[in-house]
């Protein structure tokens, strides 16, 4: 009989981009099309957003709260002294114009804004309006979306070529005896210059891990999620209309597929922004539509792959940022270094069983507490109870032996002083090294020391007395 077949495991593809939590995602586009605008609404920040090319010059970084309804329910029912959402970090980008990888408008500095993040929200004008001027002279989203794109495949192309100039010279000497890890990065700038000429972008070629590695040393701008936003009128996007719309997502499939592409409207939102909750709930009603802020959130949190988990008690309730596939020794660490170093387990109830149960005892008497290990990867909602000991391993001798030293330096420094007032009751002479035991050189007498009994006369008072300087003094 045959032996059976090896089920077999689902490797994750290999994520282009930096690792880590401390990610952010950046609001990009040409001038005047409502990203500052934008930024404001989201933020609920009074960043300027006049009508003029280049009113943002210097990037604004602000943050998102992202919204949840599983932490809002988990504050509810824990009513916590301090609660603690999840964020979206944003940066408010100048405006591109065509040529920017050759320097015109903000040129380099822009690309060097958008190499500094690592996700992009594209906002497209989609919008007629004489009052505010558009840099190409009308509006058309397709062009915009292809001069932005173009420029920067344009300046990832003149940085991996400059990465393969600098690697000619190395690659050549080393011949055949060349190193490995030299050699994937030879290949790979190769395979990326091959795809950018052939107006690819880097995130839609197949790459192995080893060649990801690679490509997270350049941070290129074309490897980064971009999620377009069609910013359109008020008038349309309550009627659901706009003539770009198709021609947008036809563009997309055919130079970007899968992304995604999201209508909103500034001008909508600017007005909601503005009212009272129970004005904006009437006027979202009276016109069936409802405010895309928190779904853009959200779609920008989904792209940097973050997920949250929470930790919850009387106290406080928390949620806490991750990259999706976070092992759980490693979210342990984003709440302290000490609980990723002694790690033991981590007790993980799932949000829906928590909130069908009733509560955690509930929820551990039903037996949908699981206690997991190592290789637990933490999914999103989870909430979790971690265990810790730091005190094991090597750390714990090494505590133990300096313990060790400092107990027989508070044996050793009595004797000193019992020996010198024996002297003195004896009428002996006593010298000044003697009556001070702070300037012996202890370290060199160390050894035999720890042979010496306990004085019998020494006291315990004078013991503590002398310990402090002492301890200090030698070891200085």
Not at 269 to 295: F, G, Q, T
Not at 427 to 449: A, I, K, N, T
Request: hydrophobic share 35%; aromatic share 8%; with cysteine.
């Amino acid at each position: 009989a045959m032996p059976p077949k090896k089920e077999e495991v689902e490797t994750e593809k290999p994520r282009l981009g930096r690792p880590g939590n401390n990610v952010k995602i950046g609001i990009a586009g040409l001038p005047n099309v409502g990203k500052s605008t934008f930024f404001n609404l989201m933020c609920h920040m009074q960043v300027p957003a006049e009508n003029f090319p280049f009113c943002t010059i210097d990037p604004t970084v602000s943050r998102a709260a992202v919204p949840d309804e599983r932490w809002e329910w988990l504050c509810e029912y824990y009513k916590p002294e301090r609660r603690l959402q999840a964020f979206l970090t944003l940066t408010d980008i100048a405006g591109l114009v065509r040529g920017a990888h050759q320097g015109e408008g903000l040129g380099n500095a822009f690309l060097s804004h958008i190499r500094a993040v690592d996700g992009i929200f594209h906002v497209v004008r989609c919008f007629e309006s004489v009052d505010i001027v558009h840099v190409d002279g009308g509006v058309d989203p397709v062009r915009d979306l292809e001069t932005i794109t173009d420029e920067l495949r344009w300046k990832d192309l003149e940085q991996v070529t400059k990465e393969i100039e600098q690697l000619k010279g190395p690659v050549a000497r080393a011949g055949k005896n060349v190193q490995k890890h030299i050699q994937v990065k030879w290949e790979t700038l190769h395979k990326a210059k091959d795809a950018l000429e052939n107006k690819k972008q880097i995130r839609f070629v197949d790459w192995k891990t080893s060649e990801v590695e690679a490509l997270n040393e350049l941070l290129l701008l074309t490897s980064k999620p971009v999620i377009v936003l069609a910013n359109l009128s008020e008038e349309d996007f309550v009627r659901k209309k706009n003539k770009w719309l198709p021609k947008i997502k036809q563009w997309q499939d055919e130079h970007a597929p899968g992304e995604l592409l999201l209508p909103f409207s500034c001008s909508l939102e600017n007005h909601l922004y503005h009212m009272d909750p129970e004005e904006s709930k009437a006027y979202c009603d009276e016109r069936k539509v409802k405010s895309m802020i928190p779904k853009l959130i959200l779609s920008g949190y989904t792209a940097l792959s973050l997920i949250h988990f929470f930790t919850v008690g009387d106290d406080e309730v928390k949620c806490w940022t991750i990259q999706k596939g976070t092992k759980a020794p490693q979210a342990a660490g984003i709440i302290h270094t000490d609980f990723e170093r002694g790690f033991i387990c981590a007790e993980v109830m799932r949000y829906d069983d928590f909130r069908t149960c009733g509560g955690e005892s509930e929820t551990k008497s039903m037996g949908k507490m699981k206690q997991h290990g190592r290789e637990y990867k933490v999914q999103d909602g989870d909430i979790i109870l971690f265990k810790f000991n730091v005190s094991g391993g090597g750390k714990k001798k090494q505590v133990s032996r300096y313990l060790l030293e400092s107990t027989l330096l508070m044996k050793a420094v009595p004797f000193f002083l019992v020996h010198a007032r024996r002297k003195e009751k004896r009428g002996d002479s006593v010298s000044r090294r003697e009556r001070s035991p702070y300037r012996l050189p202890l370290p060199p007498l160390l050894p035999p020391l720890w042979l010496l009994p306990w004085p019998p006369l020494a006291q315990r008072g004078q013991r503590q007395q002398v310990l402090q300087p002492l301890h200090y003094q030698c070891w200085q």
